[in-house]
């Protein structure tokens, strides 16, 4: 079984700020790493996700986030917030070979003050 | 494509009563999830489909849970009786594939709240 801890739950940072949002797992299988965004009163959509290869994943939209097997870990990072990144954003985990199960994190809320 | 679709997007109801969630995949995916999202729990995977088909049912609370998917095209999530503490948003999600890269497509979600 997989698990997910994002031990934030809230993230307030200035805008124009970096942020770091936190994100540990546990398998006892190899696994793929994802993290989603939900903005207010909508679904959840992938942000980015690590499969293999490169251990720095990077989204369009500036986030990133680097995979550490030895501290079994997939931060996500930004140089520079703007006020529309404001949202929760979910750490999740699957198993990188067999069914679709994901599990995901309780989510930490990004809040970006003006 | 239009997305997942989920209905009614808000729902109030009393204690007792009988709620019915729906959802529309996206057309060609294969697998359909219905979650659970709440404050205390943060979001639960309670079923997933593939081909139509109940594949993982762990997730579900309790009898008074059920889920369909009659077509491809549309799946159901049935609370009877309801109960207060089954307030909560419920996304319902498709993906493509078995293929372990594909990720999950989530629809806007349904607020249940039961009185």
């Known amino acids: 079984a997989q698990s997910v801890t994002q031990l934030d739950s809230q993230v307030p940072v200035f805008e124009e700020a970096p942020v770091e949002l936190r994100c540990n797992y546990s398998?006892?299988?190899?696994?793929?790493l994802f993290w989603y965004v939900q903005y207010p009163n909508q679904g959840l959509q992938l942000l980015l996700k690590y499969l293999s290869g490169s251990t720095l994943v990077e989204s369009i939209n500036g986030f990133e986030a680097e995979f550490n097997k030895s501290q079994t870990s997939f931060h996500l990072r930004k140089p520079s917030v703007h006020i529309s990144d404001t949202a929760e954003y979910f750490c999740?985990?699957?198993?990188?070979?067999?069914?679709?199960?994901?599990?995901f994190g309780t989510g930490t809320k990004l809040q970006v003050i003006p | 494509d239009a997305g997942v679709i989920q209905s009614p997007r808000h729902e109030v109801t009393e204690m007792g009563q009988e709620v019915t969630l729906r959802c529309k995949p996206i057309?060609?995916?294969?697998?359909l999830f219905w979650y659970r999202q709440t404050m205390m729990r943060g979001l639960e995977l309670l079923i997933y489909?593939?081909?139509?088909?109940?594949?993982?049912d762990s997730g579900m609370p309790e009898d008074r849970f059920s889920a369909k998917m009659p077509n491809a095209s549309f799946s159901t999530l049935k609370i009877q009786p309801s109960e207060p503490r089954d307030s909560a948003v419920y996304f319902c999600a498709s993906s493509p594939s078995f293929r372990t890269t594909d990720t999950q497509y989530f629809g806007p979600g349904t607020r249940l709240t039961v009185l």
């Open positions: 999740a985990v699957r198993p990188s070979g067999g069914y679709q199960k994901v599990t």
């Open positions: 057309s060609g995916h294969d697998y």
């Open positions: 398998s006892s299988v190899s696994v793929y």
């Open positions: 489909f593939n081909n139509n088909v109940p594949i993982d």
